[in-house]
């Protein structure tokens, strides 16, 4: 997960010694989220692709003012939004502001189940339950979850509020934990009724 | 139990977003709610489970980026220099191909006073025109970065050789190569590129790619990495071949092969081409996205899946030695490598540990046997 201390660390040598390899890396490492946040809102992976590379663009246009960031994990998520909305806006589309309509792709669902010690069928159930997420609710989901923002800078960037993150981190627990739930109460009933 | 609030707090426990007294909390709710006991020990494993990145995909987004930025003419560093080779090139790699070997010269950052000088030697065409050239090489062993009028540069590849007539640029810039040459050609629409080689022919607009066209290999090779080139084979002058970023075209020196064409990409009808011709994907680094086929301008030797035989004349080349492989098989074995600091020596000792054979050294030649 990106720790904002490991962002930070990357940006502060690309900002004092033009540093590319740490600019290299930065990218590499915040590539696939940022480029998922964008298509989330741009709905094009070839628009997402460029975003992001605008973005870093401007992460080097702008590296000396970098130092100041006090959130560089949020800063860059910002930009990558506030990037895209500008595109959408010049071609001249709808903004979805309130992020109800943007479409989330999400990594996490496609998990691999040697490592995990659940059943084929669960996870079927969890990936259709993560899927079947409200909009709003799954990029939360994925920005909490897979990019490992906190509550906080999540509601920033939404501009949500700290409780509208906390209901939708609930929400989306709780139908992942009911897929498990169903499994083990019909699972034993399975058993008992072979036994019987 | 409170539902929403237990699973509030389970959120907050899995993102560390929980402080003491919420943790608190939930574990008295799950005490008292031990049906759940099962979901969240599960939850908390695929919690941890992150998916693998695939460091491919941003590789390649990241060539692209660099080459936007390019495009917009935002400098960032030479990338080609000297003096960025080492931060890119270095530190990684020292692990994955400890082995590696290399070139002297940059160790005492004192490169150019090896590089050949440019001679910029003057030589009448022995025509009535009287056509002055300016004619640049490299010794084996040495390279050189050149500026050309028109401020396009080309790096030369150790024993290569550039030549072109000092009216390069009023109506066509024109250059012949032998050897290996890596060209950065400014873009101007009104006057091709046009750089002959003994078997090819490539015509430019304004792009980035690598030649080689050593007249003693098997092979003449031109890779490009961005813009778009059109490349002619010398016996057929009327079939053009376009090669889009990434690309690699090879043609088989001195042989006349009858070949199907498979590819498509001739732009008059396509005939049986008379050499034997393929165009390949350039092969990136898997761990940093460089090019096989560039490596050369930062001083590093990279070969990957070649023979032997081919290997050393490379070396030959690199390093300005003479190497005779006296047994048949060792030259057939198919090697891969990285040479960076090493000397001759180390070099081949570093390839001792893969394949087994002796070496003996005579003078400038050495002689590999088994």
Same mark, same amino acid.
């Given at each position: ?107 996490? $669902? ?29 990029? $939360? ?23 509208? $993150? ?31 | ?8 707090? !389970? ?17 008295? !709710?799950? !005490?008292?709610?031990?049906?759940? &006991? ?8 695929? +919690? ?48 994955? +191909? ?10 005492? %950052? %004192? ?9 910029? %030697? ?47 640029? &009023? ?33 430019? !607009? ?139 020596? &180390? ?13 003996? &050294? ?9």
């Amino acid at each position: 997960m990106p720790q904002n201390e490991e962002i930070k660390r990357l940006l502060k040598l690309v900002a004092l010694n033009d540093d590319q390899t740490a600019y290299k890396q930065l990218f590499m490492l915040m590539y696939h989220r940022l480029r998922q946040f964008a298509y989330s809102m741009l709905k094009s992976n070839e628009e997402a692709e460029e975003l992001v590379s605008d973005v870093f663009i401007r992460i080097w246009d702008k590296r000396v003012q970098l130092l100041d960031v006090e959130s560089p994990r949020l800063y860059l998520y910002s930009i990558t939004k506030n990037l895209a909305f500008t595109r959408i806006s010049r071609q001249k589309k709808q903004i979805n502001i309130n992020s109800d309509e943007w479409l989330v792709q999400l990594n996490s $669902i496609y998990f691999d189940p040697e490592q995990l010690i659940i059943t084929e069928e669960i996870l079927r159930k969890i990936k259709q339950a993560v899927n079947q997420l409200p909009p709003r609710c799954k990029l $939360i989901f994925k920005l909490i979850k897979e990019d490992g923002l906190k509550y906080k800078e999540v509601a920033e960037l939404l501009h949500l509020s700290l409780k509208t $993150i906390e209901a939708q981190m609930a929400i989306a627990l709780r139908r992942i934990a009911k897929c498990m739930h169903f499994e083990i109460t019909s699972k034993s009933l399975h058993l008992a009724s072979k036994k019987s | 139990m409170n539902q929403e609030n237990f699973w509030i707090l !389970l959120s907050k426990k899995l993102t560390n977003e929980a402080n003491l007294s919420e943790l608190k909390e939930l574990e008295d !709710l799950i !005490l008292e709610n031990p049906e759940w &006991q099962y979901a969240i020990q599960n939850i908390e494993d695929l +919690w941890k489970h992150r998916p693998a990145n695939d460091d491919m995909l941003a590789e390649d987004a990241y060539m692209l980026h660099l080459q936007r930025m390019k495009e917009f003419n935002i400098a960032f560093g030479d990338t080609i220099s000297n003096d960025a080779a080492p931060v890119i090139g270095r530190s990684k790699r020292k692990i994955r +191909w400890y082995w590696a070997a290399a070139v002297l010269m940059i160790v005492a %950052g %004192g490169a150019f006073m090896l590089f050949d000088k440019i001679n910029q %030697g003057r030589k009448g065409m022995g025509n009535s025109l009287a056509r002055e050239v300016n004619e640049i090489t490299t010794r084996p062993g040495s390279k050189s970065k050149i500026e050309l009028p028109d401020g396009s540069i080309v790096w030369l590849n150790a024993g290569s050789k550039l030549t072109y007539n000092k009216d390069y640029g &009023q109506t066509l810039r024109e250059v012949t190569l032998s050897g290996e040459g890596y060209f950065d050609v400014m873009k101007m629409k009104e006057k091709p590129f046009i750089i002959h080689t003994s078997n090819i022919n490539i015509k430019v !607009l304004g792009t980035v790619f690598n030649v080689k066209a050593y007249p003693d290999d098997k092979r003449t090779e031109t890779s490009l990495i961005r813009g778009s080139i059109e490349v002619t084979i010398k016996n057929r002058p009327n079939y053009k071949i376009i090669l889009s970023p990434s690309e690699k075209l090879v043609v088989e020196n001195d042989e006349i092969i009858q070949r199907e064409n498979k590819t498509g990409r001739y732009e008059l009808d396509p005939p049986p081409i008379s050499a034997a011709m393929s165009v390949n994907k350039l092969k990136y680094d898997a761990a940093d996205s460089t090019l096989v086929e560039t490596e050369w301008i930062k001083n590093r030797l990279v070969f990957r899946d070649e023979s032997f035989a081919d290997v050393a004349m490379q070396m030959e080349r690199w390093y300005n030695v003479d190497i005779e492989i006296a047994d048949p098989y060792l030259s057939e074995v198919h090697l891969n490598g990285t040479f960076d600091d090493e000397t001759i020596l &180390q070099a081949l000792d570093a390839l001792k540990e893969f394949i087994s054979f002796h070496y003996e &050294q005579k003078g400038n030649k050495i002689i590999i046997n088994r």
